[in-house]
């Protein structure tokens, strides 16, 4: 009699755990993965931060050459506004690619131009 009993008891433990997963074990993998989330989610941050740090630095590079270019060229004079160096960085490039800023000049209505005081 104690043989069935048993046998009973561990056919019906086998029946019960085939039949699926039970709320703590889901609960369980539920809180992994939720930890493993978090994890992930710290180290696309800080690499995103890290990204906006170098181009922030190489933002400043760029400004920094620009300011040398300008004043190796106008006899070691400062800028004296960012007009002033962007102008004058993007008439450089235009003169390098044979276009002529004078004419790009009128031809955009740029201040201080004919085109635009006409």
């Not at 590079?61 to 006899?75: A, C, L, R």
């Amino acid at each position: 009699m104690i043989r069935i009993i048993r046998e009973y008891l561990n056919n019906r433990a086998k029946r019960r755990r085939s039949g699926g997963f039970s709320l703590l074990e889901i609960m369980i993998v539920l809180a992994l993965i939720g930890m493993i989330g978090a994890g992930v989610a710290v180290v696309i941050n800080k690499s995103f931060q890290n990204a906006k740090i170098k181009i922030a630095k190489e933002r400043l590079k760029e400004i920094s050459q620009g300011v040398t270019t300008y004043m190796i060229d106008s006899n070691n004079t400062c800028p004296k506004s960012l007009d002033d160096l962007v102008n004058h960085t993007v008439g450089r490039v235009l003169d390098l690619f044979g276009v002529h800023t004078a004419k790009l000049a009128r031809w955009a209505g740029m201040k201080g131009t004919p085109a635009a005081n006409e």
